[in-house]
């Protein structure tokens, strides 16, 4: 466990290191590096090697419609999306309306 900060090098004895994500503060979404140099036991360093992760959003939005439950005939009305959301990072970008008929 280890909170990465950027430009600041984290030193283990351990082979593996687990990149601790604060849920309050997470990690933008989009392209994150990360660098790895080892030192053997006679303190020579290796070159670099560098990797990139992938932070996405793959949690789906929730659609949320509202509609006047009643409207005089003949009259326009308004159906209302605003209270869709988004988690996982992302945000709701589009609104796709249909109409079904009746029922
Ligand atoms: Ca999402």
Redesign the pocket.
């Known amino acids: 466990m280890a909170t990465f900060v950027i430009n600041t090098d984290i030193s283990t004895e351990t082979s593996t290191i687990e990149v601790t994500i604060d849920p309050n503060k997470p990690m933008a979404v989009g392209r994150h590096r990360f660098r790895l140099v080892v030192v053997d036991d006679s303190g020579n360093l290796s070159k670099a090697d560098e990797v990139e992760v992938i932070v996405a959003?793959q949690?789906?939005?929730t659609a949320v419609l509202n509609a006047p439950p009643t409207v005089a005939v003949g009259a326009s009305f308004k159906l209302d999306g605003s209270k869709s959301f988004?988690?996982?990072?992302?945000q709701v970008v589009k609104y796709v309306w249909t109409y079904l008929g009746q029922p």
């Open positions: 959003d949690s789906a939005p988004d988690v996982g990072g992302g």
